[in-house]
């Protein structure tokens, strides 16, 4: 199973589309790892910059609804994935974004608002860092002193596919 | 308790439910293109299972960036190339034959009512044009697609979307769809299939229902989907009348699938279409539309016709019928790309391609072209076009460039004025 633990970069924003986190120019990269520099390179977020230090040690993505919505493109789990990038949380997600994330054995986990909310409670402390436990359904964040457990659904069959190391793995034992 | 198609086209290829609300799906085609598919394909190499489930049911096009634009877009074509030979895949379009995939398969009758069909590729929710449960996915799940012909998917949610009254002149299956993703708003539909019905679906050409279907994912649809009918029937009779006796027959068979009169939805939408008007969209979300008289004047850079929304026949006759005799405006400058060969042919014989280039068009090939801004057409840094195309996402067409989203005949009338302009005045 993948690392779902690490520093935090909160992206403030609903409808974050898969154009944004990896343009279409890059989607003639054969390889993963080719992607690796240009993620989230034309995301339109005031303040926030795809080359500075917060992108590059992050490792959990805290964002608002609708994320990953637009272009079926994988690419977009991809280029979290090379940068070390396994989790997303969210209001909610685009369905083939969310699904991808799955396939790949990473998580798209989904928040209520309120949870949401105290979560980007976090989004001004130097050292925010959230640890998704999958097997227990708890997103624990630390950050500034303070700490939250927040805890969360996931559909069993989300769940399996993390546990799978994704679906590819998962439909060629059982199909 | 009746169902709707969504829910008759899963029950019927039900393979595995593995989990409650889980249906892992048997597919009856799976389409590929080469920007999504060389990667599936280099992953099954490494994994030692460079196999196919079924060559018959694959279809796959180089159609993105073609002919390719440099050494990485030729390696990508090259890997498909090399693969549909290597497997034998009889349905492969390659520079000569190749055009948009969504408007190519359908016009090669590859889409049957009551199929189960996947593409890497967000807009194959068009396919349902047809009566059939067609989904975009990502390059995992159509690797699965393509070595075990299956898929999974949640449990299919409906929104029943009755379109009511009569379109009236200007206003076409664009103008409707852009208004229903504004009241849908960008994942409004999210997880759900959208089911377009009523008399206004009745009186729709194929072409007009797949530009529908086309941007259901533009609200977050999983699929849109439309009761195959006699319309369909007569489309796809070329290729079925070796399967049924009659017409007659097929519509029998195909009336099958409809949806029950006691299916339950999610959620039921009516539009009264009869006071719509041509509809634009004005920032970076498809939801975000206005009708003409609020946005027209707006100056635009380029004029783009094309994409798998409206690079159909029917978008050329009814923008050629606009240009005819004109020209474009000395400030803007207008591309089209049919979306097939066949349409290219057609639009040729037909004369519209002589418009087009009368009024001062340039006619690329059939492709995707400035649709994604990966080859030909991207705009520059604050530049403006008026595109037929589904997406107008910032930077989708080129960094720092605008897209609004429009019908082919507000298109025209636009590239006449070089700025947003009612088509109505020139019908
Ligand atoms: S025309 Fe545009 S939206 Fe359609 S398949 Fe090509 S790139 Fe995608």
């Not at chain 2, 074509?77 to 190749?98: C, M, Q, T, V, Y």
């Not at chain 2, 206005?290 to 094309?306: F, M, N, W």
């Not at chain 2, 591309?335 to 639009?347: C, E, F, G, M, V």
């Amino acid at each position: 199973m993948k690392s779902f633990a690490g520093p935090a970069l909160f992206l403030d924003r609903s409808d974050i589309n898969t154009d944004e986190i990896i343009p279409a120019k890059y989607l003639t990269e054969i390889t993963k790892q080719d992607l690796r520099p240009y993620i989230l390179e034309d995301l339109k977020l005031p303040g926030f910059d795809p080359k500075g230090e917060k992108t590059s040690s992050a490792r959990v993505i805290v964002s608002r609804a609708n994320f990953g919505c637009g272009s079926s493109r994988e690419h977009a789990p991809w280029v979290f994935e090379v940068n070390d990038i396994n989790v997303v949380i969210a209001e909610s997600f685009a369905r083939i974004f969310r699904q991808n994330m799955f396939n790949c054995g990473m998580a798209a986990i989904e928040l209520p608002k309120e949870g949401l909310d105290l979560l980007f409670g976090y989004a001004g402390c130097e050292d925010a860092a959230i640890a998704v436990d999958i097997e227990a359904q708890k997103i624990t964040a630390n950050g500034g002193g303070k700490q939250h457990v927040l805890s969360f659904e996931i559909s069993p069959f989300d769940k399996a596919l993390v546990l799978a190391g994704g679906w590819v793995d998962y439909a060629d034992s059982k199909y | 308790m009746g169902m709707t198609i969504a829910e008759k086209i899963f029950t019927s290829h039900l393979v595995d439910e593995p989990f409650a609300g889980t249906r892992v799906l048997k597919l009856d085609v799976v389409m590929c293109h080469e920007i999504t598919t060389p990667i599936a394909i280099d992953d099954l190499m490494a994994r030692g299972k460079d196999r196919v489930f079924d060559p018959g049911k694959i279809k796959a096009v180089i159609d993105h960036v073609t002919p390719s634009k440099d050494s990485k877009t030729a390696t990508q074509a090259k890997i498909l190339r090399d693969w549909a030979r290597r497997h034998a895949i009889p349905d492969f379009f390659d520079i000569g034959a190749n055009g948009v995939c969504h408007a190519l398969f359908p016009e090669k009758g590859y889409i049957r009512p009551g199929y189960t069909v996947i593409m890497g590729d967000s807009h194959t929710c068009t396919h349902g044009a047809f009566g059939a449960f067609a989904a975009g996915v990502g390059t995992t799940d159509l690797e699965v697609g393509i070595l075990k012909g299956v898929c999974a998917f949640r449990e299919p949610k409906t929104i029943r979307i009755n379109l009511n009254g009569t379109l009236p002149k200007g206003v076409y299956a664009k103008d409707v769809i852009l208004h229903v993703i504004g009241t849908l708003t960008v994942n409004g539909a999210t997880d759900r299939v959208m089911e377009f019905r009523g008399p206004v679906i009745d009186a729709m050409t194929m072409e007009s229902r797949m530009t529908l279907c086309n941007m259901a994912i533009e609200a977050g649809g999983t699929s849109g989907i439309c009761m195959p009918d006699g319309v369909t029937v007569d489309y796809l009779w070329p290729f079925i009348e070796k399967e049924y006796a009659s017409r007659e027959a097929a519509l029998a068979a195909f009336k099958k699938w409809w949806s029950d009169d006691d299916a339950v939805y999610d959620r039921v939408v009516d539009i009264d279409v009869s006071a719509l008007e041509p509809a634009v969209t004005f920032g970076y979300k498809p939801d975000q539309v206005k009708v003409i008289g609020e946005i027209a004047g707006t100056p635009v850079d380029q004029v783009y016709l094309g994409s798998c929304t409206n690079g159909r026949l029917e978008d050329l006759r009814v923008a050629a019928a606009i240009l005819k005799g004109k020209k474009i405006a000395p400030s803007v400058r207008a591309i089209l790309s049919p979306a097939t060969p066949k349409i290219y042919r057609d639009a040729l014989n037909e004369g519209l391609i002589a418009v087009f280039m009368e009024a001062g068009f340039c006619v690329t090939n059939p492709t995707c072209g400035a649709c994604l801004g990966m080859s030909n057409g991207v705009l520059a840094e604050g530049e403006v076009c008026a595109s037929t195309t589904n997406r107008n996402f910032m930077g989708r067409m080129g960094k720092g460039g605008m897209v609004h989203l429009m019908s082919p005949a507000t298109s025209a009338a636009t590239a006449i004025e070089g700025k947003i302009a009612d088509p109505r005045k020139y019908l």
